[in-house]
């Protein structure tokens, strides 16, 4: 019987049972693709990962995610919380920022900050997003959300957004109609990318009292993801998104930032940090923060290796 240790974070929350789940596996030097699939399908959290030795001498490790259907090049929480991990399992020192890790899009930074010697907040620099028209059906996508053609912000696109995963931004007019959002079986045809896993990121800027600046859900059926609490991907893309389209402007630093929330219809209130340097026109960096909780740690047992599908 082999046993695998693992550590679960609850992350972009600083409070247990918020935020997204997230199981790290910290020896995952001796696992295949396919076991490290069959291990994130037996976990069933939107996404695990997998710490591997790097293949790059200027990382510090190599990190494999997987959500319950297949590996992603690229995540947000993944890779706050396996930062978290890390630095509790002191394989990044007390104090050390930034640190490099190995993704499946190349190299990632992170800058993490402390309070006395505990890692209290992670800022993940991510590519550059790419943005493309959305050639699908607006009334039919609103409709396999099970929200009317009326319930899309009418001076926002709806635009494709990638940084090694594709999500497609959806705006929506306000708190109400983005708070209905049911999606219906026929998802992930009206999002019109056949071949492809994309997430469907709906938001609106539409502010509760007291709210974040950006409210946000995204559902993938395409990732075996029914909602996701919080999605890091997303949310940079997104900033830039807003930029672009003049919704959010730098301040005197240059830096544009805004705060977001998602999974409150979950009951599992997610804050994602959004900074960006630079302009509209050009993008310097763009990063995503957020704070983590360890709510468990334990052992997977597994018997014959080999008889995993």
Known sequence: ???????????????????????????????????????????????TTFVQSSTDPKALCRVRIFTPNNELPFAGHPIIGTTFALAQASLIRAGESPVTLQLGVGLIPVELLYEESHVSFVWMYQPTPRFEKWKGDADRLASALGLSPDDLDPELPIERAMVGVNHVLVPIRSLGAISRARPEADLIEALNLPGEHPGCYLFTLDRAEGGADIHARLFAPAMGIAEDPATGSAAGPLGVYLLRHKRLAPDETGQTRARLEQGVEM????????????????????????????????????GDLDALP
């Open 267 to 302: 009951g599992r209130r997610s804050i994602l940090d959004i900074a960006i340097s630079g302009t509209a026109k050009s993008i310097k960096d763009v990063r995503v923060g957020g704070a983590a909780v360890q709510v468990a740690e334990g052992e997977l047992l597994l």
């Open 1 to 47: 019987m082999r046993r695998f240790r693992f550590l679960q974070y609850d992350v972009f929350t600083r409070e247990p049972f918020g935020g997204n789940q997230l199981a790290v596996f910290l020896d995952g030097d001796t696992l295949s693709d396919a076991k490290m699939q069959a291990i994130a399908r037996e976990m069933n959290y939107s996404e």
